[in-house]
């Protein structure tokens, strides 16, 4: 950092104005890689890149341009490496720590972190670091610390996080009553089923049947007077425990149906090569 930077306490007051973009930052740069913030995800799988441990709601897929931009943010090499700077810290940081840190220009630093802040990867808050306080102390500091946001891009769609939540409640459930866990698997999937429908009540059966389905990844087609579902969001569990997961998705779009008054069509299990295992017809 070039002497003389700092005119005030480092951090603080002069220092905190917004940056200008810098010339010669990319930043709309083409995501070309799966992006995992523990840098470890299998580069053959579907492109998944989860960068927050927080569970989330039951899969929605309705976000997933925000989480694709927020993603794509991160292949410009800078960004990236202070992304990964800021998410390893217990406390947050300033621009000042990320600049000496990483040996970038502050102005570079201000830039990137509040793109960051922007995407929602990270969150901004206000703190004094020279541990003073009164009149002279200074304006507080602008801190960043890795949001609690979870953000994640699956293409093809999956929903791994509502399977994990429905078979690990059943399991609960299962040894707590006593009850066979492919039961409680399969009651609890139902129930989930009708409360996501429920969500939707006062709009047309039909287009919410069809607007549910897309959001959470299905793909849904509609074909004569049935649909098709062209998407399995729950893949790689039903290749390796078909039996299991098809039962507990049939059920899970029964009580879809069931939560929108039964709209003229039945859910069945009819397995074909890349699609779901369910189909639903009159």
Known sequence: MAPGLHSTPRGESAGETDAADPAGVPVNAPLDASLDASRDAPLDAPLNA???????????FSSVPADVSAV?????????????????????????????????????AAFHLDRLAEGGLLVISFGRRSGRSGPGAGRPAKLYQRSTRQVSVSLPPRGYDLAGRLLAGAF????????????????????????????????DPTSSLMSLLESHGYEPQTEGAGIALHNCPFHALAQEHAELTCGMNLHLL????EGLGNPGLQAFLDPQPSRCCVRMRP
């Open 172 to 203: 609960v459930e299962a040894e707590q009553s006593g009850e066979a866990p492919r039961d409680v698997l399969g009651r609890r999937a139902r129930a989930l089923g009708r409360t996501l429908a429920g969500e939707l009540s006062g709009q």
């Open 50 to 60: 989860s960068l927050d441990a927080q569970a989330g709601a039951p899969a929605d």
């Open 72 to 108: 794509a943010s991160l292949n410009e090499p800078t960004r990236l490496r202070i992304y990964d700077y800021v998410r390893v810290r217990a406390e947050p940081v300033s621009r000042d720590d990320v600049a000496d840190a990483l040996g970038v220009p502050r102005q570079t």
């Open 254 to 257: 029964e009580g879809v149906l």
